[in-house]
């Protein structure tokens, strides 16, 4: 969960919490502050759509800016985030009124000022598009693991990712799946309630396509979505998952 979603206590206790308890710290899109550097938690550096913390003035991804703050050696992991339950392929919203000085230093963009994070990313428009993305930024990080994040839409696009992970060669260190029951207030309670595919469903389709391509073996599955208790863990591991995100917990 972002900073500017959170404040900058509760950044700061989930790093210092994070350190103390031995698991990553994951940023999702809202940049990279110092709050979540503050007590070298490891940290997992997530690019959104808008790739707040590493853009140009007119939006796109700036390459220059993500390696010097990629080298960090709080940064352990880069997940460029396609889509996730509570903003499913729509994007979000930063109002003007919480976009403050601080914020927009941050992100890059300027204060006080609406920013919205597009339905689509910029820096590619298609299957090998993303996978090219990939082995950039992995490379631009110093060969940080890299990879992606993502709700399931339609089965035939993540296939599609999977033909061309074979076809290239190049494949993500780990895939975030993502969910329904989104809690946001940045998308439409109708997106966020009614589109993408229940997490069950997601997780067994996703570890099932990837052991069909010879893919399960070097990939991680990390699986989010509304994991709160011992018994969601067991449940999402037992399902094909390697690692669990909890946010709302």
Request: net charge negative; proline share 5%; with cysteine.
């Amino acid at each position: 969960m972002s900073y500017g979603s959170l404040s900058a206590a509760a950044v700061r206790a989930l790093n210092k919490g994070a350190k103390m308890g031995g698991f990553f710290h994951d940023t999702d899109e809202g940049g990279l502050p110092p709050y979540h550097l503050e007590y070298g938690a490891d940290v997992v550096w997530e690019i959104g759509s808008a790739y707040f913390g590493c853009r140009t003035q007119d939006g796109d991804f700036d390459p220059d800016e993500f390696k010097r703050k990629a080298h960090k050696p709080e940064v352990k992991m880069i997940e460029i985030k396609l889509s996730q339950g509570a903003k499913p392929g729509h994007g979000g919203v930063l109002p003007a009124i919480k976009n403050t000085e601080e914020i927009a230093k941050i992100r890059g963009v300027e204060p006080h000022t609406k920013v919205v994070s597009p339905a689509f990313h910029t820096a590619f428009s298609d299957a090998e598009g993303l996978l090219r993305f990939v082995q950039q930024l992995r490379e631009l990080s110093g060969d940080k693991p890299t990879g992606f994040k993502l709700c399931i839409g339609r089965k035939e696009e993540f296939v599609e990712i999977c033909q061309k992970m074979l076809e290239t060669g190049i494949k993500p260190d780990f895939i975030t799946i993502d969910g329904g029951k989104g809690g946001t207030g940045a998308a439409p309670i109708e997106f966020s309630d009614s589109i993408e595919m229940p997490l069950e469903e997601a997780w067994v389709f996703i570890t099932d396509t990837l052991r069909g391509y010879g893919l399960n073996e070097e990939i991680k599955i990390i699986a989010a979505g509304k994991l709160i208790t011992a018994f969601d863990i067991i449940k999402a591991i037992s399902l094909g998952a390697d690692i669990c995100n909890s946010a709302r917990a």
